[in-house]
């Protein structure tokens, strides 16, 4: 688990690792839910990107999620 700091002006930088594993980039869109007391931060795909992206999932597809995260 990586830690980061909120600064003054309430900005938070993604570690390295972290944005080239998701293959983030600079200008690109994320979009923020909070779910409870949590904050989840999800990269915004290009339309394009995205096509085909649930195949396979159905209305009986079950997503597991931690424990952490629920």
């Known amino acids: ?3 980061v700091t ?3 002006k ?3 930088v993604i570690p390295k690792e972290i944005r080239e594993r998701l293959k ?5 869109k994320l ?3 909070q779910i409870g ?3 989840e931060i999800v990269p915004v795909m290009d339309i394009k990107e995205a096509r085909g992206f649930l195949k396979g ?3 009986d597809s079950v997503i ?4 952490d995260r629920l």
């Open 24 to 28: 983030i980039t600079p200008g690109q």
């Open 6 to 8: 909120v600064s003054p």
């Open 1 to 3: 688990m990586t830690t």
């Open 10 to 12: 309430y900005q938070i």
């Open 64 to 67: 597991e999620r931690e424990e």
């Open 31 to 33: 979009q923020l839910f």
């Open 37 to 39: 007391d949590f904050i």
């Open 57 to 59: 999932m159905g209305i």
